[in-house]
């Protein structure tokens, strides 16, 4: 900002005086050599030790820190002053003059801001040590906000959500929570002001209590001293947004669900109606359907006769035909055979007439005066191809045709060979005896095929005509086959009609089979709705009743929101330090507030019905968490914190807690006392694991930066600086802080970035932690009902409150007709059966509650006396810091006293003056002699609540106390009234007032110590 460049220090436990000094020196060379303006701020978390402070108070008020530099150091420094002065124009020899220079510049261009809370921690006497911060700084007393800035802070932020109300009209007994704000006009107004007061409420409490511990002049306990910041009041406001928005989304998505359960019952009802009407209407289409099918169902039966009938005349012409077939076969044959004798001759001979050469066949036609037989050969094959030929000349151009060979071998002997030409051609040619092959070949080459060719055709054709009549009969077969079967296809193809039409009737009669049959199903469907609807509106009837009124209540709900919310806000934000006895006060405080100003709440409802589900509860108390306001309070200020919570936990029982709830992802339990630390939180932010870092006593400033949350995005990454280095975050991250010290003084620079959840057991706590002791040892089995007992009641609730929100679901699930869903029967039916069954369950459990609580009653003395002793026990810090005395310490005394060997008769009466006695056989030895007698006197009061001589005594001899030195006790009718009031109620009193009433009266504690030697 403006050129200047911030610088803040990257602390840890490691961080020593001299890593300070290191960075002292860049930021010093930076500043003095290179012109660089810087502003360092130093926050009181980076001030580990004293020298720090020293440091820089001698920087503010010389310029300079002696001693800083030397050595190599100092000569470097030389180098880079010289450098810088050159820069500026100076020429500067000596080093007197550069680091007169030097100083000159960090006095301009150094910028120190210190950041620290109120010096009301051990830093005070060290910061008025250090006088520069006083008349070097200017002071900036940055103290809480005004009224008036809480007031137009939160406007702006409560500006998004809608909590007008136009209605509403403000009270005579409105109260403005300042001065300067006046009387609110509107809700909205009202509400702002009840966020300032709820905010100056608590911190008009924290200065109650500090006022009060200051009064008293003792140690500060639980924490320290607690300081409201900003940073709550913020906190407070974003939770109040978050919850009203989401608590006004889910009131609306259940008044939907509500309204559309009830609008699918009531469209049930009239959607009866429209079924019975329409199942008249589908009996009418039945009958007429049926009457269609008997119809339909006739005629087919007759076609089907007709085509059996043409079948069997099929069968009839099918049986002729064959026969026929038969015997044309047979005649085929014979003429087959007769012309398989000629007819390869033929082909011989063309094939040999086709294989003439040409130059065989070029001599031929070149011959003048042939032979007789080559002339001879020819003049057969020319009238056999129908030329006439009267000479050698004439049959010579025949031959020399180019198309000779291929008429040959084209030749239909069945057209061109006639019965005259055959017996000419006998008679004329194949009669002669010279006309043969060997002549003809011998003569011409050419020729002897040629005669092969003309005495194949004439034997071929003297064949067929042999074979003419039977070819002809076959002839004449095969045309009546074929009437044949023409009538055969014709009967086929009536046969094949009469059944395509069997085959439609059959098709239209399944569909009306089909029709009928859905009318019938559709009539039972309908039937079954009717009766289901009936049934289905009866077993509504309840939840019918129960959602209406539940409608009716949204309104009250609606009404109520605002002011839940901003309860529940307040508790999550600023109560989580309390114990239970102030949170209840500061409660009733705003319930009063809220009740003058016109701002409804529920008052019945506390921060667990408000902020948790049932089922959430349970889960939380099978993952061992205490079924106890305090725990089950502070576990949804874990649950929903926006600052990391630092939680005390003196108890260590949320540490199993947080380890079941993140048991699927481990949860990484570590110490700022352990040496891989800094690993481990690197580990856990990288990938987001859950991490809880135990003895918070001892943290170690590097974690500043996480609860901080200096988070930067590069990339699409997000980074964090830790260990001087960059790591990625993940967003799953998750921090716990930890600490079993109950007397731990949280710094106002770790509380006020943090949520501190405040574990310390309450007397109500410890009293049901000791009843449980007691049956666990006394009655196991009463023990083990009853963990079973509540165990089931709170699953049951929890499921039936699931099964309820099942049938809202599957009812606002619906599309279309409620009766056409049979998962909403079957929803109603389980809810209907388990709820009988939870209700008889919790029947048959009645008697095992009414024992329960027999018993429990019977050992609630016992219970309620170690309430009263254990808030003594923790009071006793107030004397003495050294008094410190733990919860498991307690628990380990009360299981001493039930392990105790007693008779059975006056069992209880036994315990309790047993647990006295263990109490102060293990407490007095580490008291004070000063100190014993309190609390012994303590311990009479509690164990008979009153000061009378009998009581003493019998305490006297209880604790075995020498009866021949009795010294202040048996002047116990010395005591004045006050002493005896004010010992009586030290429950509503501080210890303090007790001992120092004590005090009044000397005689008691006895001048010449007899009280003393009582106790050695």
Same mark, same amino acid.
């Given at each position: ?219 500060? &306990? ?286 239209? *009669? ?228 930890? &600490? ?29 932690? &000791? ?171 509690? *164990? ?37 009031? &004010? ?34």
């Amino acid at each position: 900002m403006n050129g200047i460049k911030v610088h803040q220090l990257r602390t840890s436990n490691k961080y020593s005086e001299e890593d300070f000094l290191f960075d002292l020196r860049g930021i010093l060379k930076e500043a003095g050599c290179n012109g660089q303006k810087i502003c360092f701020i130093l926050d009181e978390s980076n001030i580990l030790e004293t020298s720090f402070l020293e440091r820089m108070n001698t920087l503010l008020a010389n310029g300079e820190v002696p001693g800083l530099f030397e050595g190599d150091d100092y000569a470097a420094l030389m180098t880079a002053c010289k450098e810088g002065a050159m820069r500026q124009g100076l020429s500067l020899d000596s080093s007197d003059e550069l680091y007169s220079w030097f100083t000159s510049e960090i006095v301009r261009n150094l910028h120190v801001v210190f950041t620290m809370n109120p010096p009301d921690s051990d830093l005070s006497s060290h910061i008025t040590a250090s006088p520069a911060l006083f008349n070097r700084c200017v002071i900036n007393w940055m103290g809480d906000w005004s009224d008036r800035t809480l007031y137009q802070l939160s406007s702006s932020l409560i500006e998004a959500i809608d909590v007008d109300k136009s209605d509403f009209i403000v009270p005579k007994t409105v109260k403005s929570c300042s001065l300067l704000l006046g009387i609110p006009n509107n809700f909205r107004e009202t509400i702002l002001h009840a966020v300032v007061y709820i905010h100056n409420c608590v911190r008009n409490i924290e200065k109650d209590i500090h006022g009060s511990v200051l009064a008293n002049d003792v140690e500060l &306990t639980s924490g320290g001293k607690i300081m409201t910041t900003p940073g709550d009041f913020l906190d407070f406001v974003h939770h109040f947004v978050k919850i009203f928005k989401e608590k006004k989304d889910l009131l609306e998505d259940q008044q939907r669900h509500f309204n559309v359960g009830l609008d699918k019952i009531k469209g049930t009802v009239f959607k009866v109606r429209e079924l019975r009407d329409g199942l008249a209407i589908k009996k009418a289409q039945l009958e007429q359907k049926s009457q269609e099918a008997r119809d339909m169902l006739r005629q087919m039966v007759s076609d089907q006769n007709e085509a059996e009938r043409k079948r069997e005349a099929s069968i009839e012409i099918q049986l002729a035909l064959d026969i026929q077939e038969q015997e044309i076969s047979k005649r085929q044959e014979v003429v087959l055979q007769d012309l398989a004798l000629a007819e390869p001759a033929v082909l011989e001979a063309q094939k040999s007439v086709s294989n003439i050469k040409k130059q065989h066949l070029t001599e031929l036609r070149s011959m003048g005066n042939p032979p007789e037989a080559v002339k001879l050969t020819l003049e057969s094959v020319c009238v056999l191809l129908g030329q006439r030929t009267e000479s050698w000349r004439d049959v010579q151009q025949y031959i020399r045709r180019d198309d000779f060979i291929a008429s040959i071998v084209t030749f239909d002997n069945e057209t061109q060979m006639t019965s005259q030409l055959r017996s000419y051609m006998e008679n004329n040619y194949l009669s002669r005896p010279n006309y043969n092959f060997e002549s003809v070949n011998r003569a011409s080459k050419a020729c002897g095929p040629l005669l092969q060719w003309v005495e194949a055709q004439v034997t071929y054709s003297s064949i067929l005509e042999k074979v003419s009549p039977l070819r002809d009969e076959v002839t004449q077969l095969e045309s009546e086959a074929l009437q044949t079967k023409a009538q055969a296809q014709a009967i086929s193809d009536m046969i094949e009609e009469l059944e395509a039409s069997i085959e439609s009737y059959k098709d239209d *009669y399944a569909n009306l089979i089909t029709e009928t049959q859905t009318i019938k199903n559709e009539m039972a469907v309908v039937e079954h709705k009717v009766d289901r609807s009936v049934q289905l509106v009866d077993s509504l009837s309840a939840e019918r009743k129960r959602w209406a009124e539940s409608i009716k209540e949204f309104k009250d709900k609606n009404e109520c929101l605002p002011g839940n919310s901003l309860l529940s806000a307040a508790s999550i934000a600023y109560t989580g330090y309390f114990d239970q006895q102030v949170r209840n006060h500061l409660k009733n405080l705003w319930h009063i507030y809220l009740e003058d100003n016109g701002i409804r709440f529920e008052k019945s409802a506390n921060l667990a019905e408000n902020l948790t589900s049932g089922k959430q509860r349970l889960k939380w108390h099978n993952n061992s968490l205490p079924v106890d306001e305090l725990y089950i309070e502070n576990a949804i200020m874990i649950d929903r914190h926006s600052r990391y919570p630092f939680i005390i936990d003196p108890t260590g029982r949320i540490v199993e807690f947080l380890q079941k709830e993140h048991q699927s992802r481990k949860l990484i339990v570590t110490s700022f006392l352990n040496e891989a630390f800094v690993k481990h939180l690197e580990s856990a932010l990288r990938f987001g694991t859950p991490i809880l870092i135990q003895d918070a006593e001892y943290t170690d400033p590097i974690i500043a930066q996480v609860l901080n949350k200096e988070y930067k995005k590069t990339g699409g990454r997000t980074l964090i600086d830790l260990n001087k280095q960059e790591i990625d975050f993940s967003n799953n991250f998750k921090l716990y802080l930890l &600490t079993r010290d109950p007397s731990y003084i949280v710094p106002p620079h770790v509380s006020s970035r943090t949520t501190v959840i405040n574990f310390t057991i309450t007397r109500s706590s410890l009293e049901n932690q &000791t009843i449980n002791m007691v049956l666990r040892t006394e009655r196991p089995d009463i023990e083990k009902k009853r963990n079973e007992l509540v165990r089931l009641q709170g699953e049951y609730k929890v499921h039936l409150r699931q099964l309820e929100l099942d049938l809202l679901q599957a009812l606002n699930n619906i599309e279309g007709d409620i009766l056409d869903d049979d998962s909403i029967v079957g929803t109603l039916e389980r809810v209907k059966v388990e709820s009988s069954d939870v209700s008889r369950r919790i029947e048959e459990t009645q008697f095992v509650m009414y024992e329960v609580e027999s018993t429990m009653s019977e050992f609630q003395p016992l219970a309620a006396h170690s309430g009263r002793i254990f808030a003594v026990l923790e009071k006793l810090s107030l004397l003495n810091n050294y008094y410190q005395f733990s919860l498991n310490s307690f628990i380990d005394t009360i299981q001493a006293v039930l392990t105790a060997p007693t008779t059975v008769e006056k069992r209880v009466t036994q315990l309790v003056k047993g647990l006295y006695k263990e109490v102060y056989g293990r407490i007095s030895h580490t008291l004070l002699k000063a100190d014993k007698p309190l609390f012994v006197l303590l311990l009479i009061q509690l *164990y008979g609540k009153g000061f009378d001589l009998d009581t003493f005594k019998s305490f006297r001899d209880l604790l075995a106390i020498n009866s021949s030195t009795p010294g202040w006790l048996i002047r116990v009718g010395e005591l004045t009234d006050a002493v005896k009031e &004010t010992v009586m109620t030290y429950d509503e009193k501080d210890i303090k007032e007790v001992v120092r009433a004590g005090h009044d009266v000397p005689d008691i504690w006895g001048e010449s110590n007899t009280g003393e030697h009582a106790f050695n």
